[in-house]
T-cell receptor, first 110, second 113 residues
Framework: RKEVEQDPGPFNVPEGATVAFNCTYSNSASQSFFWYRQDCRKEPKLLMSVYSSGNEDGRFTAQLNRASQYISLLIRDSKLSDSATYLCVVNERSNYQLIWGAGTKLIIKP | ETGVTQTPRHLVMGMTNKKSLKCEQHLGHNAMYWYKQSAKKPLELMFVYSLEERVENNSVPSRFSPECPNSSHLFLHLHTLQPEDSALYLC????????????FGSGTRLTVV
């Protein structure tokens, strides 16, 4: 079983729709969680950290479910500029060992 | 200049060449990282430096040799690479501690011919 697992997609979504994707992790002792976005041929950029109580940043909402060991990302009112690959990242032991998912590709269509 | 800067952006090298990748951060971070990203694969951690000391070396072949002369600069020296080493090489930095994400440089796209 992969340590961090994501549906690779692509998710093809019309502009303005709401889209959500999940990421599962295998280590129940994982301590911190992040979502990054990566545009084609660019570097990953931190989108948001994921807190136990859930957190929201504008159109983006992140949730953590420790019991089922997954995190989720919800994007409301999707924009064309949201098209990217979304990477789920889990910190297991220390800051030096972030475990990366392979990413979920999102394509927003006009 | 702010953020994490990597040079060169693109590099084509033969298998017998020696080259170096450079990374510089102006964020005051204490940790710096080298990652390899191949197509459709998760990011692979190669090396970690914390306070200029190497703290992680994830079984990377010796043809990759990191150097961290100070907390703002990180190098990756390359020699006798193989075609399968062609990938995007990303440098990142972060504060130390489990709750911080990384800031990445724009990467060096390496092609070994």
């Amino acid at each position: 079983r992969k340590e961090v697992e994501q549906d690779p997609g692509p998710f093809n979504v019309p502009e303005g729709a709401t889209v959500a994707f999940n990421c599962t992790y295998s280590n129940s002792a994982s301590q911190s969680f992040f979502w990054y976005r990566q545009d084609c041929r660019k570097e990953p950029k931190l989108l948001m950290s994921v807190y136990s109580s859930g957190n929201e940043d504008g159109r983006f909402t992140a949730q953590l479910n420790r019991a089922s060991q997954y995190i989720s990302l919800l994007i409301r009112d999707s924009k064309l500029s949201d098209s990217a690959t979304y990477l789920c990242v889990v910190n297991e032991r220390s800051n030096y060992q972030l475990i990366w998912g392979a990413g979920t590709k999102l394509i927003i269509k006009p | 200049e702010t953020g994490v800067t990597q040079t060169p952006r693109h590099l084509v090298m033969g298998m017998t060449n020696k080259k170096s990748l450079k990374c510089e951060q102006h964020l005051g971070h204490n940790a710096m990282y080298w990652y390899k990203q191949s197509a459709k694969k998760p990011l692979e951690l190669m090396f970690v430096y914390s306070l200029e000391e190497r703290v992680e070396n994830n079984s990377v072949p010796s043809r990759f040799s990191p150097e961290c002369p100070n907390s703002s600069h990180l190098f990756l020296h390359l020699h006798t690479l193989q075609p399968e080493d062609s990938a995007l090489y990303l440098c990142a930095s972060s504060p130390t501690g489990v709750n911080y994400g990384y800031t990445f440089g724009s990467g060096t796209r390496l092609t070994v011919v």
